[in-house]
């Protein structure tokens, strides 16, 4: 390798690498500037926005519509109707069935007076017997 090769190939390697720093650089800075050019764009859009609904509750008939709308007002004179949807369960009066065909169910004192009388009484039979062993839990079946 002749003399005049090698120094033009150290002069090709350090002016690579004496450009690519400020390349790497001039790239990095357009990639900022297209996001901070991106967020310039997205905060008008939001002022823009923000100011047509300022504009918008500037107007009176637009703040009535609203307190119609979210707070269910009326003015005077006006009667408000609501309209709610019962649902696809639900059962409408004329499909209604009785819950007792005999009549109305005992009254609840009369059935509260019989479990006082059923608590009063003694209990006639005490079971003495003793309990079988469940195999599970005795000391054989381990």
Do not use: C
Not at 82 to 104: R, Y
Not at 106 to 131: G, H, M, Q, S
């Amino acid at each position: 390798m002749s003399l005049r090769a090698f120094a033009l190939g150290l002069v090709l390697v350090l002016g690579i690498l004496g450009v690519s720093q400020p390349l790497h650089q001039w790239w990095t800075m357009q990639r900022e500037y297209k996001s901070l050019v991106y967020q310039i764009e997205q905060a008008q859009q939001k002022n823009e926005d923000l100011q047509t609904q300022i504009d918008r509750w500037a107007d009176k008939s637009y703040v009535a519509s609203q307190a119609r709308a979210r707070l269910g007002y009326v003015m005077r004179g006006e009667t408000q109707y609501a309209v709610v949807d019962p649902g696809d369960d639900a059962v409408l009066p004329a499909q209604a069935t009785p819950a007792h065909k005999d009549g109305p169910p005992r009254p609840w004192y009369l059935t509260v007076a019989d479990t006082v009388d059923a608590a009063a009484e003694p209990i006639e039979k005490l079971n003495d017997e003793p309990l079988e062993d469940d195999p599970e839990t005795s000391e054989e079946g381990e």
